[in-house]
T-cell receptor, first 115, second 113 residues
Framework: GAGVSQSPSNKVTEKGKDVELRCDPI?????LYWYRQSLGQGLEFLIYFQGNSAPDKSGLPSDRFSAERTGGSVSTLTIQRTQQEDSAVYLC?????????????FGPGTRLTVL | DAKTTQPTSMDCAEGRAANLPCNHS???????VYWYRQIHSQGPQYIIH???NNETNEMASLIITEDRKSSTLILPHATLRDTAVYYCIALGAGGTSYGKLTFGQGTILTVHP
């Protein structure tokens, strides 16, 4: 079946512009996660959605970052007034949640470059 | 979440078993050991997880020591496509840490012909 998809695959923007990144999770997965991975760095948690519960936003680095998940499916990560330090690969993952373990299925990521 | 320590890099010949160690000496009783890998330019991929018993699936085996302070991921017949960065993570199955995967530097496994 279809895996997690993300769009666009690459995004180049100018400093100060807003960007929107999209994630389509695996159908039926109730949990959705956003991470970012900077060059040569590990994985950094950003935000987590579970069903209709309030999202866990504890990893968002600043108030320029926001995310929403509509209809319990598609999610959009928005970065306002982008800065060069926002350049990274943004990864989305989904999981069934009711499992007792964290098997997360990742998308291919969106590579964001802020000039 | 418990800190994990892995070697920076390892080599393995194609067709041979790759044994990747991980130390997690401060792991608590309710933390699982998870292994993910990331092939170049792809998203991370779940491999296997375990609590205290050894586990096996179609991709790998996970051997956890009796005191749970270390584990070994075994790829029984490594192929060139197994060349990737392998991450060992200790994480609780619930609570505030749920879902928050945090990868360190991992082990760069290179499988050579």
């Amino acid at each position: 079946g279809a895996g997690v998809s993300q769009s666009p695959s690459n995004k180049v923007t100018e400093k100060g512009k807003d960007v929107e990144l999209r994630c389509d999770p695996i159908s039926g997965h109730t949990a959705l996660y956003w991470y970012r991975q900077s060059l040569g760095q590990g994985l950094e948690f950003l935000i987590y959605f579970q069903g209709n519960s309030a999202p866990d936003k504890s990893g968002l680095p600043s108030d320029r970052f926001s995310a929403e998940r509509t209809g319990g499916s598609v999610s959009t990560l928005t970065i306002q007034r982008t800065q060069q330090e926002d350049s990274a690969v943004y990864l989305c993952a989904s999981s069934r949640y009711r499992d007792s373990y964290n098997e997360q299925f990742f998308g291919p990521g969106t590579r964001l470059t802020v000039l | 979440d418990a800190k994990t320590t892995q070697p920076t890099s390892m080599d393995c010949a194609e067709g041979r078993a790759a044994n990747l160690p991980c130390n997690h000496s401060t792991i608590s009783g309710n933390e699982y050991v998870y292994w993910y890998r990331q092939i170049h330019s792809q998203g991370p991929q779940y491999i296997i997880h375990g609590l205290k018993n050894n586990e096996t699936n179609e991709m790998a085996s996970l051997i956890i020591t009796e005191d749970r302070k270390s584990s070994t991921l075994i790829l029984p017949h490594a192929t060139l496509r197994d060349t990737a960065v392998y991450y060992c993570i200790a994480l609780g199955a619930g609570g505030t840490s749920y879902g928050k995967l945090t990868f360190g530097q991992g082990t760069i496994l290179t499988v050579h012909p």
